[in-house]
Structure formats: structure tokens, C-alpha cells
């Protein structure tokens, strides 16, 4: 399978040498370009046709309280599926077995045997934190001759061009110039970057992240020992800022369940991996096989996880809590790479900029599964059922399940305010079913976060996270707004802004 434009020149799995001025690489129908194709109106069609002849046949046959159990249980199913799903991937995170080496290995690494490594950096209006990025990079424990740090800065973005102006870095740091054209996102920036791009290894670094100054030399390592297809390793992200206020220990919480539970367990299952958007590693030559970054999806991250899947590749964890790492576990002949290795990132302080950063984020999840429900029946086959069903549950899943989740929120206030709101003709088991579903689905949400914080001993964060059925209320009413986004200005990057926690690293 090849997802490449059919003009992307590419030889020598080295180089991507041509595009139609908007730096996408891959045919259009594996884009987000457009939201809505010709396959998803048709896919949409069908279902929509095939519940109503549902729903018209139950009514006909059974009476108006069938009807209403049927569409009750459609919509339970998604609400609670999603959560059990991640509730069962942070159990299944306990108990699967990862053999574990000693640190030696990576010890041993010799400068002269290391590959070369490319660092991507994009930042747009951050110009304030370019010197601190650099000054902490200096410190990378990797050959500098064989490092090449591109900071990627769009060619309009005056601040970050003045600060850098006259001043000399060392050699392994250059500027890259984004040119104003096609969509103005984080991963157009990065297919810039890799168009000249000859190195072995290379990694996406957000401006605000610190990784572990050793972590280069144990990816190397890992890809060294790690079986062919593994093309991706991604670094555990965590924060440096997790107790600051209330909404940086709800997002410790949910960073921590999903970097320590919920890929670490999808990997092992061989599970598509909806990537992080920072800290990922890549073998450049696979890469740009694949095509890079879809410039027009706003969670170019999770696309490009399950592209990498679909294409017959693997992508591996590195988590913070040990090291451990092996080429294969010998039950399941399965690769598995899980090593110490974190990335430190800043929390959002702010509710308001959180929630730009979650609308956006929401709307890429939408924008990814169209993507890959454009083609359904491919789609399966490229995954295979488990893993189908994973990124359905999984991506669609979660906005599904915010959006129920706030009609469930609306229906219980005005339930309490005034019972004479809920139509009289829906039967009291239903209405009952209902409630007990809602309170159960939070109950969930609370687990998935709870018992993953009470594990590593954070118990600040195990308290907040009781009150994480209001997180989950946040989202629902920022998946609004990601509709909303989604129909208005598709492309459109809600920019993060960072460097505003009181304990910047």
C-alpha cells in the first residue's frame, strides 16, 4: 500500500522532492483536506438509512417503549464503550508482562556508533523561549556533530527573526523559514523540515519541552535492537508544573493515565497508537515513505499513528517508570520497547487557553476518523478488527462520548429544577436506566484517572481527580466548539500558548 501523491517524488527512501505548494505529501483522500468526501457522505447515507428502517421497523412491530429501549441502548453503548475500553487498557497495563535489561546497555553506547539525529522545533509567536530552548539543548548528551536542531519559524513571525538576528549559535542549531503558503499549521512546518532531511533518526520537540538529556542516546539504542517494522518510538510525556492549580493536576492526571496505561497497553495488544504531538521518534527514511504530516489535520499526531498502523508498521512506548525494553516478547513474538526516558512539558494554567488547546485537539480526533471512515472496509482490513475497533472507540469514541456526556449533565439539572421537563410518555425504566448510566460513565471517568494516580503514589493528584466528572464536562462543552470549528475554519490552529506556568522549567 503506498498513501504517497502520485507526483511526491521519492528515491532512496531519503528525500520528498515535490508537492502542489501546500507541503502535503500523501493523496488527498488520506487527507484532511477536505472534510467531507464523496465516501463519507455515502458511509453516513447508509447508517443514517439503516437505524431509521431500524427504528421505523421496532416501532411498527413492537410499540413506541421498543423504539425507545433501542435508541436508549445505541446511545448507552456508545457513552459507556469508550470508557470501559480505556478502564480495560489501564487494568491490561498492570498485568502484561515487559521484560526488562539493565541501563548498561545504553551505557555502553559509543559516540562514533551513533546515528545522525534531526530535531524539529516549531514555534510560531514564541520567540521569548528560542534562547532558553537552545541554552537547554546544549546540554543534549549526544555527539554534536551528528546532531542537526531545525527551529521552524513561519517567515511572517517578526519577533522570533529579531531575537535571533546577529546572534551566533553553534553549529548544530539552524533556522528554518516557513513560507506563507497553504495551511498555516504545525505539521505543514514540519513537512518543510524534512524535505532536505538526511538523517537517520529524527524527533518533533514542542518549544516548551525538556527531555531527559540522555533520551537520543536511548532511542538509538532502541532502534539498534528493536525488530525492523518498529518505526516510531514515543517518548512518556509528563509535566514539570502538575500541582500548580486545580486544572494542572486534572491534566497530570489525564497525561499520566494515558503515557503510562493507555499506550503502553495498546502497543502490547498491537493496538494502533494515536501518537503524542511531541517526543516522537522516527526513522527518517520511513517517514518519508509514509508521507509525513497531513498539513491540513489539526492532530497530525494521532493521523499519522494510524497511518503508521495501516501501512503494517509498529510504533513503540517509552515510559518513565523503569527501563525496560526487549526486542520481543517470547509469547506473543511481539516487539515491545518501553524505556526510561521522559519528557518534561508545561501544563495549561489557564482555563481559557486550555481550552483552545482541547477544541483543537477534538477537532483533529474528528478529522482523523473521517479521514479513515472514508473507506471503512480498508480501513478494518489494514487494522484488522481489533484494531478497528480500537481506533473507532478510541478517537470518534471520545467526542461521541462528551457530547452524550453533556446532554446527560443538561437533562440531570433540569430533571432536578423541574421534573415536569422530561416528557411524560418515556417509561420510568428508561429514565432510571439512563441516570444509573450517567452516574456509572463518571464513575469510570473518575477510575481511569484515580487509580492510575493512587498507583504512582501522587496523591494530590488521586484527590483531584475525583472531581474529574467536571474535567469531563469542560470537554464536553469544548467538543461544541470543535464542531463548530470543524464546519467553519477546518484548518484553523488554535495556537497553545506556552510559558506561562510560575514554574517554568
Not at 505529501?25 to 431509521?52: C, W
Not at 534562547?131 to 527551529?151: A, G, H, N, Q, W
Not at 498555516?184 to 518543510?192: C, D, E, G, S
Not at 542516546?217 to 502538575?242: E, G, H, M, R
Request: proline share 5%; charged share 20%.
Amino acid at each position: 500500500m503506498n498513501f504517497l501523491r502520485p507526483e511526491t517524488t521519492y528515491y532512496d527512501k531519503n528525500r520528498i522532492l515535490t508537492h502542489k505548494g501546500d507541503y502535503l505529501f500523501i493523496e488527498e483522500k488520506i487527507s484532511a483536506k477536505k472534510t467531507m468526501h464523496r465516501e463519507n457522505v455515502m458511509t453516513l447515507i447508509i447508517l443514517v438509512g439503516f437505524f431509521s428502517i431500524l427504528g421505523l421497523s421496532v416501532f411498527i412491530l413492537f410499540g413506541i417503549m421498543s423504539a425507545w429501549i433501542m435508541l436508549f441502548s445505541i446511545v448507552l453503548f456508545f457513552y459507556l464503550s469508550s470508557l470501559i475500553f480505556k478502564l480495560f487498557l489501564i487494568i491490561a497495563s498492570f498485568i502484561l508482562p515487559v521484560p526488562s535489561p539493565t541501563k548498561n546497555d545504553i551505557a555502553e553506547l559509543k559516540n562514533e556508533d551513533l546515528p545522525p539525529y534531526t530535531i524539529l522545533v516549531p514555534m510560531y509567536n514564541e520567540g521569548e523561549l528560542i534562547l532558553s530552548f537552545i541554552e537547554y539543548f546544549k546540554t543534549i548528551d549526544y555527539p554534536k556533530d551528528k546532531l542537526d536542531v531545525r527551529i521552524l519559524l513561519e517567515e511572517d513571525d517578526a519577533i522570533a527573526w529579531s531575537i535571533i538576528k546577529d546572534r551566533q549559535f553553534e553549529r548544530q542549531f539552524s533556522f528554518v523559514k516557513i513560507p506563507k503558503v497553504g495551511p498555516r499549521t504545525k505539521p505543514k512546518a514540519l513537512n518543510v523540515g524534512i524535505i532536505d532531511d538526511e538523517s537517520e533518526i529524527l524527533t518533533i520537540y514542542d518549544a516548551e519541552d525538556r527531555p531527559e538529556t540522555n533520551q537520543l542516546k536511548k532511542i538509538a539504542w532502541s532502534f539498534k535492537n528493536l525488530p525492523k517494522d518498529v518505526v516510531c518510538i514515543q517518548a512518556k510525556l509528563t509535566f514539570y508544573n502538575a500541582n500548580e492549580n486545580l486544572l494542572t493536576k486534572w491534566f497530570f492526571a489525564e497525561y499520566h493515565s494515558w503515557f503510562n496505561h493507555f499506550l503502553p497497553a495498546l502497543f502490547s495488544l498491537s493496538l494502533p497508537i494515536p501518537l503524542g504531538g511531541t517526543s516522537n521518534h522516527f526513522k527518517t527514511s520511513a517517514l518519508k515513505e509514509i508521507g509525513g504530516w497531513d498539513p491540513y489535520n489539526v492532530t497530525e499526531d494521532a493521523d499519522l499513528g494510524i497511518r503508521i498502523s495501516r501501512l503494517g508498521y509498529k510504533i513503540s512506548m517509552v515510559d518513565t517508570t523503569s527501563v525496560r525494553l526487549s526486542t520481543t516478547d517470547s509469547g506473543t513474538g511481539k516487539s515491545i520497547a518501553v524505556i526510561d526516558s521522559p519528557t518534561y512539558e508545561e501544563a495549561n494554567t489557564n482555563l481559557k487557553n486550555w481550552m483552545r488547546q482541547r477544541i483543537r485537539w477534538i477537532k483533529g480526533y474528528l478529522q482523523t476518523s473521517f479521514v479513515h471512515l472514508r473507506e471503512p472496509f480498508s480501513t478494518m482490513k489494514d487494522l484488522s478488527f481489533n484494531g478497528f475497533f480500537s481506533f473507532f472507540f478510541f478517537l470518534l469514541g471520545t467526542p461521541i462520548g462528551h457530547i452524550i456526556n453533556l446532554f446527560a449533565w443538561i437533562v440531570t439539572i433540569l430533571w432536578l429544577i423541574n421534573r415536569d421537563i422530561i416528557p411524560a410518555g418515556i417509561p420510568d425504566i428508561l429514565l432510571f436506566g439512563g441516570w444509573l448510566s450517567f452516574v456509572a460513565g463518571n464513575i469510570l471517568f473518575i477510575s481511569i484517572h484515580f487509580f492510575p494516580a493512587v498507583a504512582a503514589r501522587r496523591w494530590k493528584i488521586a484527590i483531584a481527580a475525583l472531581l474529574t466528572p467536571i474535567y469531563w464536562l469542560l470537554m464536553s462543552i469544548a467538543t461544541l466548539f470543535a464542531l463548530k470549528d470543524l464546519i467553519i475554519r477546518p484548518h484553523h490552529w488554535n495556537k497553545t500558548k506556552h510559558g506561562l506556568s510560575k514554574s517554568f522549567f
